[in-house]
């Protein structure tokens, strides 16, 4: 929540250590009360498309003549918790995505390829062999290399970053710890890689017969785009809310 949001709460004596010293603080534990009571009182709404250039204050001062009453939009939209939830630029998105999904996806066929690769020991008993997290692994015939940041087997995948040189597909790929290996098939950046699939009635699911590939950068994509469409309080009615938003916290 914004911090302009707390400025109305009263201030209370709190001890923080339990141990006789009091210190001024914001009675913030109000806040879950207060908002289903404040938000009773509210009847006008507008919708509004969030673009690129409406930081919460540039749309504060848009919408309201006061960049600080930007805590009104968190107030009435339940999407809106931290910052992090307001809708990011496509600049700053695509940098995002970049770091999120950094990396390679070295893709196999089965899924079995990626979490068990059974050999036998001396008494020819099963020896399961499983990638590890952060461990070097080698292309056979290209010779290249990358360490692992994430297992996949639901997408039948392993992501490396720090790579030297270029993967070739039908190549075996064998771990420097694990032994554990695989052929192969095909590799792809980490943000074009399957996030999950969608029936066509538009239900996620992970399986991907039949069913929609919608990649990480894609589902990022769209959930950022999901976030541009927010409620506000109209102007008409924002005098009367904090008026009665003051009355709430402070009872």
Do not use: C
Request: net charge negative.
């Amino acid at each position: 929540m914004p911090q302009d949001y707390f400025k109305y709460f009263p201030t209370i004596d709190f001890d923080v250590k339990n141990d006789g010293n009091l210190i001024k603080a914001k009675d913030i534990f109000r806040n879950i009360r207060v908002q289903g009571n404040a938000l009773e009182a509210i009847t006008g709404y507008e919708y509004y498309y969030i673009n690129d250039q409406d930081r919460p204050d540039v749309l504060a001062t848009k919408l309201y003549a006061d960049p600080t009453m930007y805590w009104l939009f968190w107030m009435v939209n339940d999407h809106l918790a931290t910052y992090n939830d307001w809708p990011k630029s496509q600049r700053i998105l695509e940098k995002f995505i970049k770091r999120k999904y950094s990396g390679k996806a070295l893709i196999s066929n089965l899924s079995t390829d990626i979490t068990k690769n059974p050999s036998t020991d001396e008494n020819n008993q099963p020896i399961p062999h499983t990638f590890t997290m952060g461990e070097k692994v080698v292309g056979s015939t290209s010779s290249a290399f990358g360490f692992i940041t994430k297992i996949d087997p639901t997408n039948n995948q392993i992501i490396l970053n720090d790579i030297e040189g270029t993967f070739i597909n039908n190549e075996t790929i064998t771990g420097s710890q694990s032994s554990k290996s695989f052929t192969l098939s095909s590799v792809r950046n980490y943000e074009d890689s399957p996030h999950h699939y969608e029936t066509d009635e538009g239900f996620k699911t992970t399986i991907s017969t039949g069913n929609t590939e919608v990649s990480n950068k894609a589902y990022e994509q769209s959930t950022n785009e999901d976030k541009r469409s927010i409620r506000y309080i109209k102007l008409e009615f924002v005098e009367g809310l904090l008026r009665e938003f003051k009355e709430f916290i402070r009872v």
